[in-house]
């Protein structure tokens, strides 16, 4: 079974961070299979409601993303993309775990988005919100999202993300949809694997 095939390939691997060169290979074969039995190939106009919600990360090639457990003395949680679309809108928000107790934090874009056809998106970068869990009072991606979107200012570094002019915009393209998991493809030729949460 594909699905089974692709979650035990990704299992123990901390969503990227310790698959070896082989390992990816491994996963990008097995992710490849099973987008190929994508039951949802137009999901923006017929599983929209299936793409609504709070997706875990299971799985990325993003060093970008992976690349935030290589700073001293942190290590990354738990990562979530959330998705509105009746707002067009896409939150995503990486947990980071310090080894300093009371010093774990959050990293979160928000973003929104424009379809440009039935199964990819454009995004456009808005606002990053860097700072401390407490500071914050996060909890929880449904209530920092409720915070963003009331318009509210946080004590953290707090800034609008301005698009350069002429620059290519990034675009995701979601490769397989169904009820509880997600495949989506990146702009810079990075694959992401995501359950509902």
């Known amino acids: 079974m594909p699905k089974a095939r692709l979650l035990d390939a990704i299992a123990g691997k901390n969503r990227g961070i310790l698959a070896s060169k082989i390992d990816r290979q491994a996963i990008l074969a097995a992710i490849t299979e099973l987008e190929l039995r994508n039951p949802h190939p137009l999901p923006l106009t017929t599983a929209i409601d299936l793409l609504t919600g709070n997706w875990r990360l299971l799985y990325t090639s993003s060093q970008s993303l992976l690349g935030i457990d290589r700073f001293p003395l942190v290590q990354l949680g738990t990562i979530y993309q959330c998705i509105r679309p009746a707002t067009s809108k896409v ?3 990486a947990e980071v775990n310090n080894l300093i107790p009371g010093l774990n934090g959050i990293v979160s874009i928000a973003a929104t988005f ?3 056809n039935e199964s990819r998106v454009n995004v456009q970068f808005n606002r990053s919100i860097v700072g401390l869990q407490r500071l914050i009072n996060y909890t929880d991606p449904d ?3 409720s915070a963003i979107e009331s318009g509210q ?3 953290a570094i707090d800034l609008p993300i301005n698009r350069q002019e002429g620059k290519t ?3 995701l393209e979601i490769t397989y949809l169904e009820e509880s998991l997600r ?3 990146g702009n810079e030729g990075s ?3 995501l359950t509902k949460n």
């Open 91 to 93: 939150y995503n928000i």
């Open 114 to 116: 424009t379809p440009v």
């Open 143 to 145: 209530r920092l999202i």
């Open 153 to 155: 200012k946080f004590t």
């Open 169 to 171: 915009p990034a675009w």
């Open 183 to 185: 495949i989506s493809r």
């Open 191 to 193: 694959v992401f694997v």
